[in-house]
């Protein structure tokens, strides 16, 4: 299997994140967890790491706007230049807002301050001096995966991190800043990246999100097309992050009226339980007529996971993963989320087994 990978995230490691209490927390979205990847995988003979080349901007621009992306690239010097309230020297070594406009304000604002409140929507996704660098060699990845699914390949996997989901067209949030399989979805629509194809001829991309939390960022994009099927499966929004997002009853507008489905699931869902969801998406995603598939992977679904309260264990996840597979659809497999790095691993490489 065709692995991608950038050491370029090594340049995001954030120092911590706030929780809801208000206290510096642990990041635990953090380098480590590609490491404990990459050191399950040196045990396995079929994992074929390579370096994914540069896709430039274009694919990018085809999901987030320009503004955001302006946003992103430049925010952090902007930030050292202009500091917060009390001034330059208050700057620290993290662009993290503390203002946030009420139900998205038409205006934003002049100072970087501001516009981080206005792009960045929670206290877990800083921006630190080489987050840009990071993000684009994340998103590398995953426009690799999906490149060469369209070269024949039968499944592939990103090793994205920072992960995508949360990200939307203009907003960055729960560790996410670029949506990756997003933009991995709109890449296989065009067929190769930005050539534009007759309507006919463009394919149509199924995603399949199985990260605990919702894929907000992801159900936004595509909420109004026909194009792209997206489909969540994730801890009830109700009692969980995103908490406004990921309901049942979001099922896609205009166009994509229909495209949209959530899976909101209470605590302690068992292998069992989450089989039968999985069997339920699968139908969708097959009377869709999709070409591929896209998986945003998360292994926070993980029984062990600190984020997490499912109760799936690595042999649930083996079983998810042969559910996937047996959709038989090109199929690129997007890291998202997973924080209990003692298992991520073997999690992830008991998910892969099913598409050897
Ligand atoms: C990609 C992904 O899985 N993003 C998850 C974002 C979850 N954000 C909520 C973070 C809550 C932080 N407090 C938890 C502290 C545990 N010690
Ligand atoms: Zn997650």
Redesign the pocket.
Known sequence: MKIFYADTHRLHAAPF????GGSQ??M??CPDRLDRILNALDHVAWAEIIAPTDFGLDPIRAVHSDDYLEFLRTAFVSWKQQGGQLGVEKAGPVLMPATFPPRRSQHNSQVVAGQAGYYIF?L?TPILENTYTAILGSTNCALAAAQSLLNGERATLALCR?????AGRDYA????YLNNAAIAAQYLVNGSGQRPVALESRNKVAILDI???GGNGTQDIFYDSAEVFTISIHADPARQ??YFSGYADETGAGRGCGFHRNFPLPKGVTDSDYEQVVAEAITLIENFNATHLIVSA?M?IYAGD??GDFNITTAGIHRLGQQIAALQLPTAIIM????NNEALGNNLVAFLRAFI
């Open positions: 994140e706030i929780g809801e927390e642990k635990l979205e929670d877990s920072p992960p995508g989901h949360h949030g729960g560790y996410c990260d605990y939390h992050y995103p998360g926070d600190p984020l998202e989320g997973g924080y």
